[in-house]
């Protein structure tokens, strides 16, 4: 079965650096997808950024871009110069092809804290 | 706008109770899911449906059930609430056969059973 890992329960960062949250998966197929969404406060999941297995580059939207590294089976959210509205959970996703596998399974996510 | 409708925002019921969360989307998409969200433990998926009257176990199906008769309406069903079951159930949908796309999240609803 496919597994998801966020290690850090919470972090912290400073306004206008750049913050790396951790995810890493398992699984054994060749053919999958990667996401990263974001919850505020207020509740609402919010899609930031989608990586598939395939791809050679580095998925990139705006702020945000994913640290693919399949070797290692991890796929790192990097958000550059960080806002005060970038404070958050925020959790990573995989997805898998074939048949009976229309799922997305997340992570237990990150919580994110933005400091003035 | 993608627009993805769960009918109840929060319910408090009691244990026993027959509970039913119905989640509805307008944008003709295939697969439809429902979560459960809880603190430190993410998005567990309870059941999963890619197309009318087919369903599929998650990863915590116990005490639950879902019913797809149409395409745009998605139901999941405690059929006798217990405590824990007080929760937090997003429902979610995408188009295709394959979750390439971004999920669209309803506003969840809240529900606590006394």
């Known amino acids: 079965a496919q597994k998801i890992t966020q290690t850090q329960p919470g972090m912290f960062v400073q306004e206008k650096e750049a913050v790396t949250l951790d995810c890493t998966y398992d699984?054994?197929?060749?053919?999958?997808?990667l996401f990263w969404y974001k919850q505020p406060s207020s509740g609402e999941m919010i899609f930031l950024i989608y990586q598939g297995s395939y791809d050679e580059q580095n998925a990139t939207e705006g702020r945000y871009s994913l640290n693919f590294q399949k070797a290692r089976k991890s796929a790192n959210l990097v958000i550059s110069a960080s806002q005060l509205g970038d404070s958050a959970m925020y959790f990573c996703?995989?997805?898998?092809?074939?048949?009976?596998?229309?799922?997305?399974?997340f992570g237990k996510g990150t919580k994110l804290s933005v400091i003035p | 706008d993608v627009k993805v409708t769960q009918s109840s925002r929060y319910l408090v019921k009691r244990t026993g109770e027959k509970v039913f969360l119905e989640c509805v989307q307008d944008m003709d998409h295939e697969n439809m899911f429902w979560y459960r969200q809880d603190p430190g433990l993410g998005l567990r998926l309870i059941y999963f449906?890619?197309?009318?009257?087919?369903?599929e176990k998650g990863d915590i199906p116990e005490g639950y059930s879902v019913s797809r008769e149409k395409k745009e309406r998605f139901s999941l069903i405690l059929e006798s609430a217990s405590t824990n079951q007080t929760s937090m159930y997003l429902c979610a949908s995408v188009a295709g056969e394959w979750v390439t796309g971004e999920l669209f999240f309803g506003e969840g609803s809240r529900l606590t059973v006394l």
């Open positions: 996703a995989m997805s898998l092809s074939g048949a009976g596998s229309y799922q997305l399974t």
């Open positions: 699984t054994s197929d060749q053919s999958y997808g």
């Open positions: 449906s890619y197309d009318v009257k087919m369903k």
